[in-house]
């Protein structure tokens, strides 16, 4: 069989048939049946098959698998998976992704969130194949990972700007953003104290009015550390097909409240040995304004009768809860 395919593929001419020379017209085609085929005409015939099957998978080969990480605020989308009617991230994504490369692709995420949960760093694989624009049909080599980070970028930038691609890897073609996660981590960022919260900070965190009692907090931390049933934390229609979870980490960290969260490289960098968020000297003063120079019309400040500086507001209390594991049930936010 290898013989014969290297015969046709290398064009070897065929010998003359003097029937092509009969100018009588031709006879009818006899019928026949499947069970008519003898067992030589069928291997033939999987001879033939095996050659297209070689065929598209030397076509397939051309398609490129991209491991894309994108950070992107929430606030605006209606979670992360696509919904019909919806503006959600897989949606944007997609939509950028074809107008880049002029067809549609698709696109697995590597974890959901929810209506009005950020990002920081969550990934995705899809599949391009790079056409001809100019001869169409024509297979061209992949694109290079920072072409396709810029290029998304541009579209993504178009709508709204409220998503980005961060990084762009070529991976192989059985990598799976989802199936080949090794971890998930969560960041829960909540404010605690009476002053309401600075509309900045409207959509980026949990207020709480009430005191909290971090030492409690972190007592519980430890409990559901490990390897537990978490069926009281699912969601009506989970799809998980069992509810047993390991949570390798979980801790409750008293942070500076800057007015952003920090993004994941600013994050890297600021994690202390044992994972909590710390934060240099420069920039807590940066954030709280202390230590520049503010020009102002007046001599002094402004002080009202409990000593407090007028137009300044009180601080909270700032809280990251971290919950890190290899797998998340699907939860609702509230």
């Not at 070897?12 to 029937?19: A, G, I, Q």
């Not at 390798?248 to 942070?255: G, K, N, Q």
Request: glycine share 6%; proline share 6%.
């Amino acid at each position: 069989a290898s013989s014969d395919s290297a015969e046709i593929a290398t064009g070897s001419k065929r010998p003359f048939d003097p029937s092509l020379a009969d100018p009588s017209p031709p006879s009818k085609l006899q019928r026949f049946s499947q069970s008519d085929i003898s067992p030589a005409d069928a291997d033939s015939g999987g001879e033939a098959g095996a050659e297209s099957e070689a065929m598209a998978g030397a076509r397939l080969s051309r398609t490129q698998r991209y491991l894309v990480a994108v950070e992107y605020d929430g606030t605006r989308f209606s979670g992360s998976q696509q919904q019909p009617n919806q503006r959600t991230v897989v949606g944007v994504l997609k939509e950028a992704f074809h107008k880049f490369i002029g067809q549609p692709v698709s696109i697995f995420c590597s974890s959901r969130t929810d209506a009005g949960v950020h990002a920081l760093s969550n990934v995705c694989h899809v599949d391009v194949e790079r056409i001809s624009k100019r001869k169409p049909g024509e297979v061209l080599p992949p694109h290079d990972p920072e072409v396709v980070k810029c290029a998304v970028n541009h579209f993504l930038h178009k709508n709204e700007g409220d998503i980005m691609v961060t990084d762009v890897r070529c991976v192989a073609p059985d990598f799976h953003a989802r199936y080949k996660a090794l971890e998930r981590t969560y960041h829960y960022r909540l404010l605690s104290g009476p002053e309401r919260p600075s509309i900045f900070e409207k959509n980026s965190a949990w207020h709480i009015p009430e005191d909290l009692n971090i030492q409690a907090m972190k007592k519980a931390c430890n409990i559901l550390v490990g390897h537990h049933d978490f069926s009281s934390f699912r969601a009506f229609g989970c799809q998980a097909k069992s509810p047993v979870r390991t949570l390798d980490e979980l801790t409750v960290t008293e942070v500076f409240p800057v007015m952003f969260f920090p993004s994941s490289l600013e994050r890297s960098e600021m994690e202390s040995p044992d994972g909590s968020l710390v934060y240099s000297r420069a920039s807590l003063m940066g954030s709280s304004g202390e230590g520049s120079d503010v020009s102002s019309t007046t001599s002094g400040k402004s002080v009202c009768e409990n000593g407090q500086e007028f137009g300044k507001r009180l601080r909270h209390r700032c809280f990251v809860v971290t919950a890190r594991a290899q797998s998340f049930l699907y939860h609702q936010e509230q």
